[in-house]
């Protein structure tokens, strides 16, 4: 069964730094999404890509963030100057709008 | 103001005990209705997609039904592997609400 592959797993970072999540979504998908997950609180939208641009966006999806799909097969999230509260799980999903969404099994950022 | 809320927060069953769990929500503009299982340490699984009030889709021991209002994913003879997080996701234009869930154990 196609998966969505998010790497790394786990990515420890000090804060101000900047760190770029990848994730290669289904090859025939065509819509991308970034989505966060804080500990213990709900999944939270951040982003949504097609046809090479962002499609919608939510309020935390601010100038710290952007993403980006720099060949056919990869779609990155980066995150500048990282702050202690971007300490999440950031999941990756991709969607053919035929069917449903299909997520990644997340990459766990920790920010120290 | 909550776009999502899903009821109950958790949910104890004995194996074979067929109930429902809730999603109401308050966007305008509904786009599509989603239902997720997600287990600890897991992204969230795609289990259906409702666009429009009346319909209904199944999945083994699993049905999702939708109104204007609400969906309700209803559990028949559940399994102990049917313990999982149900996390119910609302598409309005320009966002995406997540309810916090409903976290589900079947016992044995």
């Known amino acids: 069964e196609p998966e969505v592959t998010q790497t790394p797993s786990h990515q420890v970072t000090q804060m101000g730094q900047e760190v770029i999540l990848r994730c290669v979504p289904i090859s025939n998908h065509l819509y991308f999404y970034w989505y966060r997950q804080i500990l213990g609180q709900k999944v939270e939208f951040l982003v949504s890509?097609?046809?090479?641009?962002?499609?919608?966006k939510s309020e935390i999806f601010d100038d710290q963030f952007s993403v980006e799909r720099p060949d056919g097969s990869n779609f990155t999230l980066k995150i500048r100057s990282t702050k202690l509260e971007d300490s999440a799980m950031y999941f990756c999903?991709?969607?053919?709008?035929?069917?449903?969404?299909?997520f990644g099994s997340g990459t766990r950022l920790t920010v120290v | 103001e909550d776009q999502v809320t899903q009821s109950p927060e958790a949910l104890r069953l004995q194996e074979g005990e067929s109930s429902s769990l809730n999603c109401s929500y308050t966007v305008s503009g509904l786009r599509g209705l989603f239902w997720y299982r997600q287990d600890p340490g897991k992204g969230p699984e795609f289990l259906f997609t409702?666009?429009?009030a009346g319909e209904e889709k199944e999945k083994e021991r699993l049905k999702a039904t939708l109104t204007k209002k609400e969906s309700f994913l209803h559990i028949t003879a559940p399994k102990p592997e049917d313990s999982a997080t149900y996390l119910c996701?609302?598409?309005?234009?320009?966002?995406?609400?997540f309810g916090t869930g409903t976290s589900l154990t079947v016992i044995p």
């Open positions: 996701a609302v598409h309005a234009p320009n966002q995406f609400y």
């Open positions: 999903a991709s969607s053919d709008r035929n069917y449903g969404y299909t």
């Open positions: 890509f097609y046809n090479n641009e962002i499609s919608e």
């Open positions: 409702l666009y429009s």
